[in-house]
């Protein structure tokens, strides 16, 4: 099976603008979370998607929103970008995010925003 | 509530040398704990998990960790350390009637010296 794949890879943007990451998850994966990874802050969860909807968010400005399609892939959004988004983003897949379910990660998209 | 506390952000041992990476939990119900490893540039990827039946855990590259419900602990370690272990070490957690979806810790970087 193909693992999870993000892309871009690498991205620069400026302050202010917006930026889409997409992530396609494993085939058969419904549930799909997406988290940011700063030196800081280490792993912050963003927010889960299972079926096209959100079941769980974390603690982040409404500037950050995803979405999820009907074959699972999903999308996440950064309007307004600060200096301060500057971060790899890591989407993981998982079967149907039960408890004891194992994560997938792709290789992450760097976000350096100027 | 559920949370995670590694100990040490660096730990440093020479090649050959046993590894112990060192993870505490805190929930309120039964835990699921893992391990998940992060090689530069690349996403997390799971090295083991305890999901309450064996305590004592094996995983991939040699690597085993042990669920210590009394000391609220789940230590990773490894008898002889190779170069290629030099990486981000993660541990998370998460619980029946709790969040599935899992609180990472803030990580341990391996350094392997030759």
């Known amino acids: 099976k193909a693992g999870v794949t993000q892309t871009p890879r690498y991205l620069i943007k400026t302050r202010g603008q917006q930026v889409t990451l997409s992530c396609s998850p494993i085939?058969?994966?419904?549930?799909v979370s997406w988290y940011q990874q700063t030196p800081g802050q280490g792993l912050q969860f963003l927010f889960e998607?299972?079926?096209?909807?959100?079941?769980n968010k974390g603690n982040f400005p409404g500037r950050f929103s995803g979405r999820q399609f009907s074959n699972s892939r999903s999308e996440m959004n950064v309007s307004t970008l600060e200096l301060g988004d500057s971060a790899l983003y890591l989407c993981?897949?998982?079967?149907?995010?039960?408890?004891?379910?194992?994560?997938?990660f792709g290789p992450g998209t760097r976000l350096l925003v100027l | 509530a559920q949370s995670v506390t590694q100990l040490g952000s660096h730990v440093s041992v020479s090649e050959g040398a046993l590894v112990l990476l060192r993870c505490n939990y805190s929930s309120s119900v039964p835990p699921y704990l893992f391990w998940y490893v992060q090689y530069p540039n690349q996403g997390l990827q799971l090295l083991l998990k305890y999901t309450s039946a064996a305590t004592l855990v094996k995983g991939i590259n040699g690597f085993e960790a042990e669920f210590k419900k009394s000391e609220t602990s789940f230590h990773l370690t490894k008898p002889s350390a190779h170069m290629s272990d030099a990486a981000e070490y993660f541990c998370?957690?998460?619980?029946?009637?709790?969040?599935?979806?899992?609180?990472f810790g803030r990580g341990t970087s391996l350094i392997v010296h030759p």
């Open positions: 998370a957690v998460t619980s029946t009637g709790g969040s599935y979806i899992p609180t």
């Open positions: 998607y299972f079926s096209e909807t959100q079941r």
């Open positions: 085939s058969g994966h419904r549930s």
């Open positions: 993981a897949s998982a079967s149907s995010g039960r408890v004891e379910e194992t994560q997938y």
